[in-house]
């Protein structure tokens, strides 16, 4: 099999991958003490701002260094596998920078003061999109989160969940229903009076992201806060499910990463473990293991081929962007089902003691399963497929004993984020 690094298709790729490689060597020494205290990694974010690295996905005009979709692939993958929990907290801060770059939803002053703020103040930023009571409003459901009119802006009430860099995060972009209209809005939140952290993360899987829940209580923020209005329906959608979510790629990457360091993990193993049943050999050319390596090295092909695909060709079609939500979606779960069977082999090659605390793919075992909990799940996008199918095939056929119908098709949802917002009830 071919050693040559596929993904790579120029120098700018190499170097991406280098530099993202330099700082997780960087961070490597203290991940494991961060995933048992389950603390945010703060020596990892103080790396990230030296390099400059929180303003990647930011346009040049605006001081960041324009990283393309494939390349913040490139990054995410390189740096999952070694800090994936921090990995996991810069990706949501690229993701959401990525996608105002691109979809340009929000006031062009609006996002000139975020930008500034990440460049010379070393901001770092998540959306808060999840509720205890609602779930991830990207499913469809209304915030719970309450926007009222005040005499010079807004006061938002409301609690969200699972806010990944609870501890870090110095603006937020929170989700909230608009009292009084039938519309929801996208405000940008500092720290500050009024924004509670609550303790509740004490998970098993990527336990340094301390994505604790984020009360806010009174919050007064000015008229300029709400920076989008959206929904409902999915004619008037959020600033990040547009342009097919494809910044959401940057998940799977990540995933992707971990389940490539077991490989590495499980490979090591192999071969520098010599079994007595063997005669003294190394169990690389047991043929039960040579089996798992195999599967291994289908797997990871097949993922890496789907990922850096459907980025390539969303980068390389403007026109079809919008057209390529199934696309995205079903490769954020594929790779991640993908990830997952790999950590799982590697386990299986290593054996019992790869479930020790002191071993790293305890560790990695844990934090792969969290693909799963993060947005599009697969239901939703099951559904979504579903939904696009038969709207995309209604009438098309109709039964021999029926009339054929003069009424158009249903226009298809561009995503099934949207098939989910127009469907809820």
């Known amino acids: 099999m071919s050693t040559l690094d596929t993904r790579v298709r120029d120098a700018l790729d190499q170097a991406t991958i ?14 494991a003490q961060h995933d048992r205290d389950g603390r945010f990694a703060h020596d990892h974010l103080a790396l990230l701002r030296a390099d400059g690295a929180l303003a990647l996905t930011l346009p040049r005009a ?6 393309s979709l494939y390349r913040t692939l490139l990054w995410q993958n ?45 901001h770092l930023i998540n959306i808060l999109v999840t509720e205890r009571d609602h779930g991830n409003l990207m499913r469809g459901a209304a915030p719970g989160t309450v926007a009222r009119r005040s005499a010079q802006g807004w006061v938002l009430q409301g609690r969200k969940a699972y806010c990944s860099s609870a501890p870090a995060l110095a603006q937020m972009v929170v989700y909230a229903r608009i009292e009084g209209e039938a519309s929801y809005g ?30 806010l209580r009174n919050v007064w923020v000015p008229d300029s806060a709400l920076v989008h209005r959206y929904g409902p329906g999915p004619d008037r959608p959020s600033s990040f499910s547009i342009g097919s979510r494809a910044w959401g790629l940057q998940l799977p990457a990540l995933y992707l990463g ?23 050999q190394a169990v690389i050319d047991a043929p039960a293991v040579q089996a798992k390596l195999g599967e291994i090295a289908f797997l990871l092909t097949s993922a890496r ?28 779960v594929a790779v991640g089902r993908c990830a997952t069977q790999v950590v799982q082999l590697a386990v299986e090659i290593v054996g019992g003691q790869a479930l020790s605390r002191q071993h790293p793919l305890e560790r990695m075992l ?20 579903a939904r ?11 039964p021999a004993h029926a009339a054929p119908s003069t009424a158009p098709s249903p226009r298809p949802f561009a995503t099934p984020a949207q098939a989910a917002l127009a469907t809820a009830a």
């Open 388 to 398: 696009s199918l038969t709207a995309a095939t209604d009438g098309a056929h109709p």
């Open 258 to 280: 971990i389940a490539e360091a077991a490989r590495d993990e499980a490979l090591a193993f192999a071969r520098n473990y010599r079994a007595a049943s063997l005669g003294g």
């Open 366 to 385: 844990r934090d792969v399963q969290c693909h799963r909990f993060n947005p599009p799940q697969a239901d939703a996008v099951l559904s979504g497929l």
């Open 62 to 67: 605006l001081g960041g260094e324009g990283l």
């Open 18 to 31: 280098e530099r993202a490689d330099a700082l997780a060597r960087q961070m490597a020494p203290s991940v």
């Open 186 to 215: 996208e405000f940008l939140v500092p720290r500050g009076e009024g924004v509670h952290i609550i303790d509740t993360w004490d998970t098993a899987g990527m336990r340094a992201t301390e994505s604790h829940d984020i009360e």
């Open 78 to 122: 390189q740096l999952g596998r070694v800090a994936p929990a921090t990995a996991l907290c810069l990706g949501w801060h690229l993701m959401a920078l990525g996608c105002l770059s691109h979809t340009a939803s929000w006031p062009a002053e609006a996002f000139a003061r975020l930008a500034h703020d990440v460049v010379h103040k070393g």
């Open 305 to 332: 081929s789907q990922l850096y695909g459907v980025a390539e060709h969303w980068e390389r079609n403007p026109h079809l962007q919008e057209h390529l939500g199934d696309a995205v979606a079903v490769a954020k």
